[in-house]
């Protein structure tokens, strides 16, 4: 006789994270929303410094400064190096990230893996479609397709910080996931469909070097005097293979392991990432934003990001595409798999935080400078559109996230109450009968001091009474 099926509950998208998910987050979240806010601060110095008559001189004198060795091909401008050498530890961190969600994390079960894919799938292929449309209608340039792709997860979380609103964890866990699908398929896009020509001697000698670095990292040789003279050969190969020098950092990263073993609290990949994340967060970003966000802008230089074709079709792809994208990508996924909404959240609340991925800017500009090489005014004029679209973006996300506030600060509430005192949030314990047991003993200890004070109450109403009807009419021996 065949065995009854068993029928497995639907999965709730957007649901309660696991507590050490939750912990993972917050901690990353924490420092990237550091990292977003001084990002914020170098893109306003930039255009600051770029636009004051007096300073832009020297803002186009520091940003093209060239150093470095010509004889290994590395004579390269402060914002060459910006771009190609300290992205790559943004991207070396990503690359961790990644590497931690696929056996650790989201990523890792298959059901849960595909909201935040066909998510982030959907949030770079409908920019893209909204760019290429709006440059072939505009008779315009289509290589910029993939300039609105990106999300900015340091600069979402920076504008969450700014308007201080209190997004549910879960919500800021799937922009967090959906980041990193989203990095490592821009990361692809740069490998793809930026690399023209290929060195491959210099490109072998990069395979070669991250053999290396893997063998090693298995044998588990320890040591930053071994791995960072191996981590800058390979970039350098990296380099002057013709592929992005970005791509070697995200190799690194996914070499890592991210699983922990017997005796470790931490993973080395977790461990790496928290030592690398500040360094990322902190420098990196902000140094590649002060070099790359300052772009001249005036009243008739924002008036060309919305006549012409190639900034129009940046801005919205990151204003529309990435909005309609990821909101669609997510009510698909519901709609057609076994998946549902968590009842604590509405659709309003996914619809506001796809419209915050429409924040693009590290990776926005990154390709923005890749995709129009050799055209410098075209180039900050795409520049001009990332910085456009993304303050739009930013705008009608605060607007949206504002009207739903209230909830946010209820549910966030909900999440970090802890009435039994135990250091774990009450929601994680539903299935634990101690804390039940603590609950009941805790009810108890209430309901026993609130009898008591309900008897002294009685006992002092009583008394009072008494005192009135003893007292009565002994004046004037008449009743009062």
Same mark, same amino acid.
């Given at each position: ?6 029928? !497995? ?10 507590? @050490? ?26 255009? /600051? ?24 091909? &590395?004579? %390269?401008? %402060? ?34 893996? #595909?909201?935040?894919? *066909? ?12 760019? =290429?449309? !709006? $440059? ?16 900015? /997860?340091?600069?979402?979380?920076? +504008? &969450? ?15 967090? =996931? ?7 398929? $821009? ?24 053999? +290396? ?29 013709? +592929?992005?020098?970005? *791509? ?19 993973? @080395? ?45 940046? #801005? ?9 994208? /990821?909101?669609?990508?997510?009510? %698909?996924? #519901?709609?057609? =798999? ?17 419209? &915050? ?9 990154? *390709? ?17 559109? +990332? ?10 996300? =605060? ?24 250091? *774990? ?56």
């Amino acid at each position: 006789m065949a065995t009854p099926r068993t029928r !497995t509950a639907p999965r709730k998208v957007l649901g309660r994270l696991s507590l @050490p998910e939750r912990a993972f987050v917050a901690d990353a979240l924490r420092t990237e929303t550091v990292g977003g806010v001084l990002l914020l601060l170098a893109a306003v110095a930039a255009l /600051i410094w770029a636009n004051v008559p007096s300073l832009h001189h020297s803002y186009e004198t520091v940003s093209h400064f060239r150093l470095g060795p010509g004889a290994l091909g &590395l004579n %390269l401008s %402060l914002a060459h190096w910006a771009a190609d050498g300290l992205l790559a530890v943004f991207f070396f961190v990503a690359g961790i990230e990644l590497k931690r969600e696929l056996v650790a994390g989201d990523l890792r079960d298959p059901r849960a893996a #595909v909201l935040p894919v *066909i998510a982030a799938l959907c949030g770079m292929a409908v920019p893209a479609l909204v760019y =290429t449309l !709006t $440059a072939l209608t505009g008779h315009g340039s289509t290589q910029g397709w993939a300039v609105p792709t990106a999300t900015d /997860i340091a600069f979402a979380l920076a +504008v &969450l910080a700014v308007i201080g609103t209190s997004l549910p964890s879960a919500l800021r866990a799937f922009l967090l =996931t959906l980041a990193v699908v989203d990095d490592l398929f $821009a990361i692809l896009i740069i490998a793809v469909f930026f690399t023209d020509r290929l060195n491959f001697a210099a490109l072998g000698g990069a395979v070669a070097a991250l053999a +290396v670095f893997w063998l090693l990292l298995r044998k588990g040789v320890r040591g930053w005097y071994v791995y960072v003279p191996l981590a800058l050969v390979t970039w350098a190969l990296m380099y002057n293979s013709g +592929v992005h020098a970005t *791509i070697a950092g995200v190799a690194m990263g996914l070499m890592l392991r991210c699983t922990t073993r017997e005796g470790e609290e931490h993973s @080395p990949g977790e461990h790496l990432e928290h030592l690398v994340r500040p360094l990322s967060a902190g420098l990196a970003v902000p140094v590649f934003a002060l070099l790359s966000a300052g772009v001249k802008i005036s009243g008739g230089a924002l008036g060309d990001v919305f006549t012409k074709p190639e900034t129009l079709g940046v #801005v919205l792809g990151l204003v529309l595409g990435k909005t309609l994208g /990821i909101f669609g990508g997510t009510w %698909l996924t #519901v709609r057609f =798999t076994r998946a549902s909404l968590s009842e604590e959240l509405a659709w309003a609340d996914v619809f506001a935080v796809a419209s &915050l991925a429409g924040l693009g800017f590290t990776v926005s500009l990154l *390709i923005g400078e890749l995709a129009f090489a050799g055209d410098s005014v075209l180039t900050d004029e795409a520049k001009a559109a +990332v910085l456009t679209g993304s303050l739009i973006a930013a705008v009608c996300a =605060t607007v949206l996230l504002k009207m739903r506030n209230a909830g946010y600060r209820r549910l966030c509430a909900e999440e970090e109450r802890d009435d039994d005192l135990d250091g *774990i949030p009450d929601m994680y314990e539903q299935d634990d009968p101690a804390h039940h047991l603590r609950m009941a003993a805790l009810h108890e200890r209430k309901a026993a001091e609130h009898r008591r004070i309900a008897a002294e109450r009685a006992a002092a109403a009583r008394h009072g009474l008494a005192e009135v009807a003893g007292g009565a009419g002994e004046e004037n021996e008449r009743p009062a």
